[in-house]
């Protein structure tokens, strides 16, 4: 009796685990066909970035022609710089409006606070083509010409709920004392901002400003709606090119797009990993 | 600013000093109030107000009260765009599920040191610019593509398949676009998830079904009903996609509406299926708003 009983857990317990390692298993090889998903596609993109021959998919053999010619490509290189200036004034004002109303949004008690929360909450799921064309109209309205101006604009306006959002996260975690014994010490309520405050929320505040720079960069759809000739971002021209169908030197131009945005993921990680320091 | 320091705390127990602002905070608060009024909620009201305008015979839009342009968005031409729009964004939706849930899964439950490098795999493609993302699926299902070159060469094919500019290259395009979408929220709550619940589900004599459906599912339900949200209402809208990989032969709604203020110029028009389709993101998401707070 004793025997039976001590053999059936110890079939259970050998057959549990048998369980558990094939369910392992399972997801773990679904797991591994989603990346594979994933990657693959931008795998074959970079390898063909290299391949010497211009039509499609055969290897004919190693080169890096295709950077020669992306980096010889005015009008990439105009694309390029203007998606920089967008991106990088777009970075700027969606930090600092970011920042600064997570931080009154955390501080103060205004009226109507919920529904500001909602409010903000808004352009980040709004879908990008009811933003790109509500804002045409806007700016056709207010007779402002189209151009850096009104796509700043509008990268500005997607862009700093994420930032208020990562430091409103941030915040949450704040000792609520800090302020004030930076108060009792002497220091004004914009020095105790600027000096204490800001210090502590930097992770959030800098890995907000990648993202921002980042979604800016990569933004297509609002910004089609908001450009004129001489403001088109390197989306845009993406956009023209890869409408066009393969081209060896688009293959050139997405590998560094993938590589940049490697690296820029990493230094995400790497900054928010010092999460802890205070 | 200085004038709420100074001011006598009535000193709610939570905190020594003054919650109300004065008019120094209401001018550091001032900017973030501005740009939401002007960029965001103005913008939307005169779309909405567009959407009742009509065009005078020179094209220009002329402000009036009509009723005219969400008639003519209600006939079946532009009704069953928006029809087949969601249809392909709630397709995207469940196979973005179906697809990510497992993987979440797995990458939740994984030892705490991979979990972080498998979700930092899962957010690269995220960040990575879209247009990149679906060029790289050109180069694959296009005729003279990857998948064709590869059939062709092996035999099994002897004419390209065509695959580019049809319903399942959209919905293929959108589903690697927001795949990543799905995984992140579900993996945020299979993360947070007690495995002793599982356990218990499994030592009280559940099989590996009744505790996916009975335990599992229950508690990752926010998880995997934020990644509903965050794919399919930008599903229906975007464009940019499903016209590379639909190439005009698999109309959505997004891409009318963009007609309507380029190739067409009838923007009184646009506004009308712009405003439905706005309509539509509020619904979900007030559903979406609902749910959580009954959660």
């Known amino acids: 009796m004793e025997a039976a009983a001590a053999g059936s857990v110890a079939t259970s317990r050998w057959r549990l685990p048998s369980g558990a390692k094939l369910q392992h298993l399972l997801f773990g090889g679904w797991t591994l066909l989603v990346f594979a998903f994933l990657y693959i596609p931008i795998l074959l993109l970079i390898v063909y970035s290299f391949n010497e021959s211009k039509l499609g998919i055969r290897w004919t053999g190693f080169t890096t022609h295709w950077y020669g010619v992306l980096f010889h490509d005015t009008v990439l290189l105009r694309a390029f710089q203007n998606s920089l200036v967008v991106a990088a004034f777009t970075t700027i004002f969606a930090t600092v409006l970011g920042t600064i109303g997570a931080w009154m949004m955390f501080r103060y008690r205004f009226p109507a606070r919920r529904a500001l929360g909602l409010l903000i909450f808004i352009p980040m799921v709004m879908p990008e083509i009811l933003m790109g064309v509500s804002l045409l109209i806007l700016f056709v309205n207010l007779k402002v010409s189209l151009g850096y101006f009104t796509m700043i604009i509008a990268h500005t306006t997607f862009c700093f709920p994420f930032v208020l959002v990562g430091v409103q996260a941030r915040l949450e975690g704040i000792d609520p004392f800090l302020e004030e014994a930076a108060m009792d010490l002497g220091a004004t309520p914009v020095q105790a901002f600027w000096k204490v405050i800001v210090p502590y929320l930097m992770p959030a505040i800098i890995a907000g400003a990648l993202m921002s720079f980042t979604l800016s960069f990569d933004e297509y759809i609002v910004s089609t709606f908001l450009t004129n000739a001489s403001s088109q971002t390197l989306p845009l021209k993406v956009y023209g090119m890869a409408k066009k169908g393969l081209s060896p030197e688009l293959n050139a131009l997405s590998t560094l797009f993938v590589l940049g945005t490697f690296l820029l993921v990493l230094a995400t990680q790497f900054i928010q990993r010092k999460k802890p320091v205070s | ?295």
């Open chain 2, 1 to 295: 600013m200085a004038a709420i320091a100074e001011a006598p705390a009535p000193a709610p127990a939570s905190s020594a000093y003054e919650r109300r602002p004065g008019w120094g905070a209401w001018l550091f608060m001032a900017p973030l109030l501005v740009w939401l009024l002007l960029f965001v909620v103005a913008p939307t009201i005169l779309l909405i107000v567009y959407s009742f305008a009509e065009r005078d015979s020179f094209g220009r839009v002329v402000f009036t009260f009509t009723w005219d342009n969400y008639l003519a968005a209600f006939q079946w031409k532009w009704l069953k765009i928006l029809v087949y729009s969601i249809w392909y964004a709630f397709l995207t939706t469940v196979i973005c599920m179906a697809v990510g849930f497992p993987a979440a899964w797995f990458i939740g439950r994984a030892p705490e040191r991979r979990r972080n490098l498998l979700m930092m795999l899962v957010m690269i493609p995220f960040w990575t610019s879209f247009l990149i993302r679906t060029y790289a699926w050109i180069t694959i299902l296009s005729n003279q593509g990857f998948l064709n070159a590869t059939l062709l060469a092996s035999g099994l094919t002897t004419s390209p398949l065509v695959m580019m500019y049809t319903p399942f290259a959209v919905v293929l395009g959108l589903v690697y676009n927001y795949l990543p979408f799905m995984i992140l929220p579900i993996y945020t709550s299979v993360e947070k998830l007690d495995n002793a619940l599982v356990e218990a589900a499994y030592d009280l004599g559940a099989g590996p079904v009744r505790a996916f459906s009975k335990v599992i599912i229950p508690l990752t339900k926010p998880g995997i009903a934020a990644g509903a949200l965050l794919v399919f209402v930008p599903a229906i809208a975007m464009y940019a996609i499903t016209t590379l990989m639909g190439g005009g032969q698999v109309p959505t709604i997004g891409e009318k509406i963009q007609d309507q203020f380029t190739k067409a110029s009838n923007p009184p028009f646009g506004a009308a299926l712009g405003t439905l389709l706005l309509l539509l993101f509020f619904i979900s998401l007030w559903i979406t708003q609902a749910r959580k707070r009954t959660a």
